[in-house]
């Protein structure tokens, strides 16, 4: 991709937000032309647009939109990042992918204290955390709204992820995902 588009970020995206979070948001995998291109988890593609403004509703942001690494944009108690920390090939992270970023995204949650809730975006975030957490995915069944008690009493939150596909479908919708927000904001905030 660096030679396709040598004025994008094209390396591995890393955390944004909040370094002491009482909620971890975690994404999939960065997009081709949002952070692979912003450097910034959800910058520029459409899955953001949904993320930031719920953000911003529910008092996390100070922004209702993320348009770039440097536009002033502020998380409080909130942290973003994704189980898979590169461009994947087609935009569809493979097994493989995600086994190798697990020990990134393992450290990213094991630095922060117990009480800092995760709110997993899809079942690939989902299946990530639980492997992190050294859980049995048939033990966590991912739903949306869906509420665990992980291992280590660390508590995670699903919600189908803020994708173009979920919310153009209806499988997602806004205030669906700002409930979602507003339950992972309450534990966390408890």
């Known amino acids: 991709m660096r030679t396709q ?4 970020h094209n390396a591995p995206v890393a955390a944004f937000g909040d370094a002491d979070p009482a909620l971890l948001i975690v994404g999939l995998a ?4 949002g952070a692979n291109a912003s450097g910034r988890p959800f ?25 770039s690494a440097d536009d002033g944009l502020t ?9 898979v920390k590169c461009l994947p090939p087609a ?10 970023c697990q020990q990134f995204l393992q450290r990213e949650i094991e630095a922060l204290p117990i009480a ?9 975030a989902h299946r990530s955390v639980i492997r992190c957490a050294g859980g049995k995915l048939s033990a966590y069944r991912f739903a949306h709204g869906a509420e665990h008690t992980l291992p280590s009493g660390r508590r ?6 803020c994708s173009r596909y979920n919310t153009q479908t209806g499988r997602l919708t806004s205030a669906m995902f700002v409930e979602v927000l507003v339950k992972a904001r309450s534990l966390a905030l408890a």
Do not use: C, M, Q
């Not at 995670?156 to 992820?161: C, P």
């Open 5 to 8: 588009f040598p004025d994008y």
């Open 30 to 33: 960065p997009g081709l032309h």
């Open 43 to 67: 910058t520029g593609d459409f899955a953001g647009i949904l993320l930031y403004r719920s953000l911003h509703e529910v008092g996390f942001s100070n922004s209702p939109e993320s348009v």
């Open 75 to 83: 998380l409080t108690s909130v942290r973003i990042t994704n189980a």
């Open 91 to 100: 935009n569809k992270p493979t097994t493989e992918e995600a086994n190798t």
């Open 116 to 124: 800092t809730v995760i709110l997993a975006l899809g079942t690939i």
């Open 156 to 161: 995670l939150v699903d919600s189908y992820h």
